[in-house]
C-alpha cells in the first residue's frame, strides 16, 4: 500500500516536474522571444540614429569631406570597428581614380596610425583593392579576412595593424559612385547582411549630402568666377581689392597695385567675325595674361605668389598685384603683357593680331575704398588710349583733376544747349577768279558769358563724345540754312550764295539723319543746292557702303557734299570716285606750307589734279597770306577761305560785308 502510494507520488511529482520543465522552456522561450524583439528593436533604433546624425549633419558641415569623416566617425561608433576610410572619386573613363580623403589626426594606436599612413599615399584603380573594386562594381565588397585575400595590396600593413575583417560600399550620387568608404574589425567578421542594409541606406544618404554640397559648391563658385575663362570676376576682385585696401590702411609698409586692361580692337574683331570668335580671343588673352602675370609674380616672390587676374566683363581685365616693393613692379608687368600679344591669334583659321591699353594705379595714392581705385584706373586707361592705344599709363593727380574739368564742361555744355548760349559765326569763301564771295562757312561757337566766347577746339570733342553734337549740329543746320534763305531774299544774285555746315560723324551715323535735313530744308525753304555738308574723311571710311547709301539719300534732296580738312585722313583715292562729292577742301596745313617747300606746293598741285579729274571744285583753306593766295591762283585753285579774306564773323557783321559794294574783279 505504501509502496503503491510511493509509486504514485514519484509519479506525480515527475510528472509535475515535467510540467514544470515545460512551462520553464515555454517562459524561457518566451522571454527570449521578447528579449530578441526588444533588441531588434534596440538595433533598429541605433541604425535610425545614426542615418539621422549622418543626414542633420550635413547642414552644419561645411565640405564634402567633412561629411564623410564626420559619417566614418558615426560608424565606428556603431559598429565598434576601429578603423575607417573615406575615398572620392576622381576623374572619368579610364583615368578614373578613388583618392584618399585625408584623416583629422586622431589620436590612433600606434600600429592602426601607420596602417592609416599607409593607407593616405594611395590611390586606387577600378577593380583594384578593396575600394577599388567597390568602385568597379558600384555594390558593397565584404571580406572575412584581408591578411588572406588576393586583392588587398596593403595586406602586409593590415597585418601588423592587427585588422582582419573588412567591408566596403559606394556612396552613390545619381547613377554615380562619387565616394566610398571602407571599415576595418580587429577580428575575421562573417558577413552581416543586416550591417550591409545598414551602410546602404548609408551610401544613399552620403550621395544625397554630397550632391547638395557639390551643387553649393557650385553655385559659390559660380557667383565668384567669370564663366567663360574661368578668371575671377568682379565680385572676387572687388572682395580681394577690398582686402588689401584694409590691409595697407592697417600696415603703411605694404603697397598694392591694380592694372586695367582693355582690348583695343576688340569691337572691330567681336563685329567682323562673329561673338564666338570675340570669345575665343578672350579665353586665349586670358591664358597669356594667366602667363605674364605668373611669370612677373615668380620672378618678384622666392615663392611664385601670384597676383590676382580678373575678368571683370566683356574686354576688360584687372590685376591686383599684392605686396609689391615699388610701382615699378606693375610697369614691368605692364609690358609682360603687352608683349604677350605680339604673337597673333588664330581665330576662325585668320591670325589676328591686337593691343592693350592698360592703366595702373597704386596703393600710395591712399585709397579707401575699391570704388576709388576702379575710378582712377579707369581713368589711367582712358589716358593710354587716348595717348595713341597699345601702351600703359600709370595714374597721377592731373589725370583725375582733367577728368573733373572734362566733367564740369560736359555739364556746362548741356546747360549751354538748353539756355541757347550757341551762336553761329560765318567765314566767306571767296572766288579766286572773281574775288567776289561765293558763300560762307558755318562754324559754331558758345557764347559763355557777354565777353567769353569759346571756339570749337575747346568743345566739339565732347559734344561728340557724349552725343551732345546731335542737338547742336541739327540747331546749327537749321540756324545757318534760315540765315542763307533770308540773305537770298535780301542779296539776290544769278548764282546765288551758298552755306557749308559741318556735319560731325556721329550726326552721320543718325539713321533719321536724311529726315532732318529734309524737314529742315523745307521749314526753312532754302534752295537746297545751295547748301554744302562738310564731312571728313573719317566719316567716309568707316562702312563705305553706308557712307554711299546716306551720300545718295541727301543728293535727292538737292544738297551738295564737300570733303573737309582733305588730306590729313586716309582716304582711298580709288573710292573717292564712288562719292557723289562737289567740293574738296585742301587742309590748312597744306595752304599754310605751301610758300616753304616746293613738297607741299607738289601735294596741293597732285591734289588739284585729282580734284579736276573728279570733276569736283577746291576751296583752300586758312588761307592767310599775299604769297599763299598768288600760289593758289597759279594752281588755278576756284575758292579761297581763310583770315587773308575775313575770320569767321556773325551774321550782322556779314550782312555789312554784304551790303558793301563788291569789289571789281582782281
Ligand atoms: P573746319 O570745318 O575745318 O573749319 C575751319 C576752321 O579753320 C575754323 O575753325 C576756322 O575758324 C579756321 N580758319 C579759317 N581760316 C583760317 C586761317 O586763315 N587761319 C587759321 N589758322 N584758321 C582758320 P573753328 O571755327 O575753330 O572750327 C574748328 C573746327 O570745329 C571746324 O574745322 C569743324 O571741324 C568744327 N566745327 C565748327 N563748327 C562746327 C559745327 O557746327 N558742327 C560740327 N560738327 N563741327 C564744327
Ligand atoms: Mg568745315
Ligand atoms: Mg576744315
Partial sequence: MLQACDDDLSGQLARVQRRLERERMARREAEAIAEKGLRELYERQQELLLLEAIAGAANLISSVEEALQFAIAQICGFTGWPLGQAYLTDGDGASQRLLPVAAEPGA?????????????????????????RVLASGAPVWISDVTEDANFPRAAQAREAGLRGAFAFPVVAGSEVVAVL???????????????????????????????KRAEERLIY?????????????????????????????????????????????????????????????????????????????????????????????????????????????????????????QPFCLEGQEIYTTASIGITVSSTGYASATEVLRDVDLAMYRAKAQGKARYEVYNEAMHQSAMARLKLETDLRRALLNQEFVVHYQPIVSLKTGDIAGFEALVRWQKSATELVYPSDFIEVTEDTGLILFLGIWVLREACRTLGRWHAEFPRSTPLTMSINLSARQFGQPDLVQQVRQIIDETGVDPTTITLEITESVTMGDAEHAIRVLSQLREIGVRFSIDDFGTGYSSLSYLHRLPLDILKIDRSFIAAIDQDGENLSIVRTIMRLAKDLGIDVVAEGTETTAQLAHLRELDCEFGQGYYFSQPVDAGSIRQLLQAPEPSPA
Fill in 182 to 212: 571602407e571599415f576595418f574589425a580587429d577580428r575575421t567578421a562573417e558577413l552581416d547582411a543586416s550591417l550591409q542594409r545598414v551602410m546602404a541606406q548609408v551610401g544613399t544618404q552620403l550621395g544625397r549630402v554630397i550632391e547638395r
Fill in 222 to 342: 559660380e557667383a565668384f568666377h567669370d564663366c567663360l575663362t574661368g578668371l575671377p570676376n568682379r565680385a572676387m576682385f572687388l572682395e580681394r581689392l577690398g582686402r588689401s585696401i584694409a590691409r595697407q590702411q592697417a600696415d603703411p609698409n605694404y603697397h598694392f597695385a591694380v592694372l586695367f586692361i582693355d582690348l583695343d580692337r576688340f569691337k572691330i574683331i567681336n563685329d567682323s567675325l562673329g561673338h564666338l570668335a570675340g570669345d575665343q580671343l578672350i579665353v586665349q588673352v586670358a591664358e597669356r595674361f594667366l602667363a605674364a602675370l605668373y611669370e612677373a609674380e615668380q620672378g618678384r616672390h622666392a615663392a611664385a605668389e601670384a597676383g590676382t587676374l580678373a575678368r571683370l566683363g566683356g574686354d576688360e581685365f584687372t590685376v591686383l598685384l599684392d605686396d609689391i616693393d615699388a610701382p615699378a613692379d606693375a610697369e614691368h608687368l605692364a609690358q609682360r603683357i603687352q608683349e604677350t600679344l605680339r
Fill in 108 to 132: 590612433l594606436p600606434g600600429p592602426l596610425a601607420e596602417f592609416r599612413l599607409a593607407t593616405g599615399q594611395m590611390s586606387f584603380a577600378p577593380g583594384i583593392g578593396l575600394p577599388g
